[in-house]
């Protein structure tokens, strides 16, 4: 599994333009063969912090997910809304195991 914690903080005027775009997204996301998950979390103490936690069967279909219009349309849409640039922190599965998901 190829696990990815992206880390976003956006710009209070556009919290709810930046929740639309990306339900959008992950709703498409979910969709993609070898997406196991694909969540979007908002911070209770700052609503302008997001992660998203993106599940992958590997790092191939990390990769193709990236070359998909609906990808390219939220990265286009939300990089403006953003406060500071957003971070992908990469991690491996532990448990449950890899056949678990």
Known sequence: MHIVHVHVHVKPEFVEDFKQATIENASNSVQEAGVARFDV???IDDPT???LVEVYRNT???AAHKETAHYARWRDAVTPMMAEPRQ???YTNVFPQDAGW
């Open 41 to 43: 979390i908002q911070s």
């Open 49 to 51: 912090r997001f992660i």
């Open 60 to 62: 191939q279909v990390s």
């Open 88 to 90: 992908g922190i990469k």
